[in-house]
């Protein structure tokens, strides 16, 4: 996902993650970045950037933090299931999406980072939690639809969709869900095919589909996640 980030904003790569709440990005300076596509932000330089303190309501909803002298800082550190981590100050800044300011948004400024992904510079959480991009920009519908692999196009994403033919509904029990590239398709007879979701004994339930192929929308306020298959370089 491309976003920008200060005043004057510097673009950046994101990873989208439905499974995880937190909006980060490397920071300066660095104690430990990997190396990334694009310049690493620097929090001097922008006019709107503002460390929060460990009194923040958007502080205590990390799952791990600290406070730094008189709480004058929410000091974080976030983990993966796939060993990526982020660790430095819980701030908040002028996020750009599109030609669209969004002010005051709660993100990581990792100072301490491990396991990056290739061109990325950090993960947008688009999870339920209050920390989440979605969560803050107060958007209850958004929607996706990710380009084949070998496609240079840009895959689109949308905001408060309006939709049907809703084929499942999450249940209470499930806070979280992880879209990955695997394919968990089972033949019930010759031309039919159903996709299937698997139990997790954990906390992050795995839908498989090739997402390339799909137009994936989710309703966080109903807890339903819809999909149809759709030609998403042609969109």
């Known amino acids: 996902m491309d976003m920008a980030i200060g005043t004057p904003s510097l673009s950046f790569p994101a990873v989208l993650d439905t499974g995880s709440d ?3 990005t490397q920071c300066k300076p660095c104690e430990h970045c990997f190396n990334q596509s694009t310049s690493i932000f620097d929090p001097s330089t922008s006019s709107t950037y503002k460390m ?4 923040a309501d958007l502080c205590k909803a990390l799952p791990s933090f600290k406070c730094g002298v008189s709480n004058s800082s929410c000091q974080y550190r976030y983990a993966y299931t796939d060993r990526t981590s982020s660790a430095g100050k819980l701030s908040s800044e002028t996020f750009t999406l599109g030609s669209t300011k969004f002010d005051n948004i709660a993100f990581g400024c990792g100072n301490n980072n491990t396991d990056g992904q290739h061109e990325v510079s950090g993960v947008a959480g688009l999870g339920r939690g209050s ?4 969560s803050q920009l107060g958007f209850k519908k958004f929607s996706y639809c990710f380009v084949s ?8 994403m949308h905001h408060l969709m309006n939709y049907q033919n809703l084929f499942c509904t999450l249940t209470e029990r499930i806070s979280t869900f992880r ?3 695997i394919l968990f398709f089972i033949q019930i007879r010759t031309g039919l095919l159903c996709l299937t979701v698997m139990p997790s004994s ?3 339930s795995i839908l498989g589909n090739y997402l390339q192929y799909f137009f994936i929308i989710c309703d966080i306020g109903e807890n339903k996640l819809s999909f149809t298959p759709t030609q998403c370089d042609k969109l």
């Open 22 to 24: 937190l909006i980060w």
């Open 149 to 156: 692999l070998d496609k240079e196009k840009k895959s689109p």
């Open 131 to 134: 920390l989440s991009l979605i």
């Open 202 to 204: 954990g906390v992050v």
């Open 179 to 181: 879209m990955v590239l």
């Open 52 to 55: 929060l303190p460990c009194t």
